[in-house]
């Protein structure tokens, strides 16, 4: 069904893909693994006939027989197979999705323009409920996991024949990512091609047939997961726990916080945690939970709520009316970290202006602290000076971890910040974090992977329908659940190898 060989890309100089051979038949599941920037996402819109700008493709692909790229470039008839014959699902679906069209419309649209599916099927495939109220929304009224889901409902109702999914598991919970891989192995079952760029090993050894693993642009070996895949590392050493008895330094009081105005549409009802310096509160539970819109009321950025958030006992206003001190102080990760980059700017730039703007370093000394800090996060200055399009997901993951670390905030709040990284990259920003918690730096870590909030976390709380269903010690709740979606969370979370329907 596709079928690259020799594949290259180059931008002036630089070799960005260096003969790259794939093939991914029909009915087949191959996973393309390999550290960010290593060409992942280039071979994917390369398979597509497409590139980023100034970069020129050689060598071959063809899909379900008809070239693509050949000698010569990219070939007119490419773009006449996109949507029907190949798709493509990015790592970073809010940025492609439409701000000023409701879900349902454009999932019918594309039905209708393609005439393979109904809005029905598409929606249920991609593991969306299917009714009215979760179809008029617009896509910022999703949570993060659920624009996946809304990007993947599109790209199936076009009825594609090879389909490429860019980290598809982001933002996902281990439920949903365990209907998710008995999906696409229903679609593989039905003859579907598919490619999984993923840094999820679990995914990967759950779903996949053929593992191509790439490194620098070059393909550095290639077999069965088993065969291909590293053994899975052993978690990072969670930090030692704060003495009790420290007043918290944040303090959430009955929240209760909605989607559209007149209080409809709640997304979180009367949560309450605290935290201490120094200690990580993590946050689980199902995609739409309301996880991104807690992490939102903390930052200030979602005004639609009642109850209150508490910095060392004073009450948080919304970010426009917080004063710099309170800018600095509560720092906020992205989940989707592409469209918080002016694409306009070098990333360098605006990492360092965190430091300029919230602590009044001089320009200079900015840029060396975040070059510097973005080099002990595996981002090297070269590749930080250039604009956001030309990094990586994984890289501009830990441009804006580096971004809010340099405010040298009292506490910062991480939503799915590892999602795009493999587990070298993941373990720098591990350790760093380790290192602000040491300092007295408070965490709320809002993520999926449970194996991995064992060991960055003191404290779970569990979410469900916006209220929280469980909460206390880590190794408490996991290992003593006392409610039925924090088990089904801990059921979820290891996927087994995929069987034919």
Aim: net charge positive; proline share 7%.
């Amino acid at each position: 069904m596709i079928e690259a060989r020799g594949l290259t890309a180059r931008a002036g100089a630089s070799e960005l893909l260096r003969g790259v051979d794939l093939d991914v038949p029909a009915g087949g599941v191959t996973a393309l693994v390999g550290p960010s920037g290593s060409g992942k996402t280039t071979t994917a819109l390369a398979l597509l006939g497409e590139s980023a700008p100034g970069v020129d493709l050689g060598g071959t692909v063809r899909v379900a027989g008809v070239p693509v790229v050949d000698g010569r470039g990219v070939t007119p008839e490419a773009a006449r197979l996109h949507g029907g014959t190949i798709a493509y699902l990015p790592q970073h679906p809010g940025g492609a999705l439409n701000p000023a069209r409701r879900t349902g419309a454009v999932i019918k649209e594309l039905a209708r323009l393609h005439g393979a599916s109904t809005v029905t099927d598409a929606v249920r495939r991609a593991q969306l409920p299917a009714d009215r109220s979760v179809l008029r929304r617009f896509p910022h009224q999703f949570s993060g996991g659920q624009r996946q889901r809304v990007a993947l409902a599109q790209v199936l109702a076009c009825g594609p024949k090879a389909l490429i999914l860019d980290e598809p598991s982001t933002g996902l919970d281990t439920v949903t990512r365990m209907r998710l891989i008995q999906e696409l192995a229903a679609l593989a079952h039905d003859g579907m091609a598919l490619l999984l760029l993923s840094h999820d090993h679990d995914l990967v050894r759950a779903l996949a047939d053929h593992v191509v693993l790439l490194d620098n642009g070059r393909v550095t070996g290639q077999g069965s997961p088993q065969d291909v895949l590293p053994i899975p590392a052993a978690p990072p050493q969670r930090p030692s726990p704060r003495p009790p008895g420290e007043p918290a330094c944040l303090d959430v009081h009955d929240l209760t916080a909605w989607l559209r105005p007149g209080g409809r549409g709640t997304v979180l009802d009367g949560v309450s945690l605290t935290l201490r310096p120094g200690e990580c509160l993590a946050v689980a539970g199902p995609s739409g939970s309301g996880k991104t819109t807690l992490a939102r009321c903390i930052a200030g950025l979602h005004e639609r709520h009642r109850g209150k958030v508490l910095l060392d006992g004073a009450e948080l206003p919304p970010l426009r009316r917080r004063d710099r001190a309170r800018k600095r102080r509560v720092q906020y990760v992205w989940q989707e970290v592409r469209g918080s980059f002016d694409e306009r700017r070098p990333v360098l730039d605006q990492v360092a202006r965190t430091a300029v703007r919230l602590r009044g370093t001089s320009p200079a000394d900015a840029a060396a602290e975040a070059a510097g800090l973005l080099a002990r996060l595996g981002v090297s200055e070269g590749t930080a000076r250039r604009p956001p399009a030309h990094l990586s997901g994984g890289e501009l993951q830990r441009a804006a971890f580096a971004r809010a670390v340099l405010a040298r905030p009292d506490v910062l709040v991480c939503d799915e910040i590892t999602t795009a990284l493999d587990d070298t990259a993941a373990g720098l920003v591990l350790a760093h974090l380790a290192r602000l918690r040491a300092e007295g730096t408070a965490v709320l870590w809002i993520g999926h992977d449970l194996a991995l909030a064992r060991a960055v976390a003191d404290r779970l709380a569990v979410l469900d329908g916006g209220r929280v269903v469980e909460q206390g010690d880590l190794a408490r709740v996991l290992d003593a659940p006392e409610s039925e979606t924090t088990r089904l969370l801990i059921r979820a979370a290891r996927p087994q190898r995929r069987r034919a329907p």
